[in-house]
């Protein structure tokens, strides 16, 4: 079983910037994939990011690239999420989840990656405002 905690949410202004840890503890914290959801008010989650178990690879959905940047400090058990040149739309709660394995469905028009339903573990989200 995982625990899983978000920190660092907060409100910014357009153009600011934020980081949001995800501290993962458990059995072998360290042996799975962690994504970065979102769900903004009256829309559908978002997967925003995810990271492998060695911290050797990303992937970032079309909407943040450029902008965020995940990491993980497996050391620390913990994955971060550094959200640059945020915009009013990046506003919703942001959660974090662990994944035992992918399945290997294939999705519609999302990378299974960035798919909830290939995360096991979750936690219960910070929340992220953007406005002026």
């Known amino acids: 079983q995982l625990h899983l905690v978000e920190s660092g949410g907060g409100w910014v202004q357009p153009g600011g910037s934020l980081r949001l840890a995800c501290e993962v503890s458990g059995f072998t914290s360290n042996d799975h994939a962690i994504g970065w959801f979102r769900r903004a008010p009256g829309k559908e989650g978002e997967g925003a990011s995810c990271?492998?178990?060695?911290?050797?690879?990303?992937v970032y959905a079309d909407s943040v690239k450029g902008r965020f940047t995940i990491s993980r400090d497996n050391a620390e058990n913990t994955v971060y999420l550094q959200m640059n040149s945020l915009k009013p739309e990046d506003t919703g709660v942001y959660y974090c989840?662990?994944?035992?394995?992918?399945?290997?469905?294939?999705?519609?028009?999302?990378?299974?990656?960035?798919?909830?339903?290939?995360?096991?573990?979750w936690g219960q989200g910070t929340q992220v405002t953007v406005s002026s």
């Open positions: 990271i492998n178990r060695r911290g050797g690879a990303a």
């Open positions: 989840a662990a994944n035992e394995g992918f399945s290997g469905t294939v999705y519609v028009g999302v990378p299974s990656v960035l798919h909830p339903d290939e995360y096991d573990y």
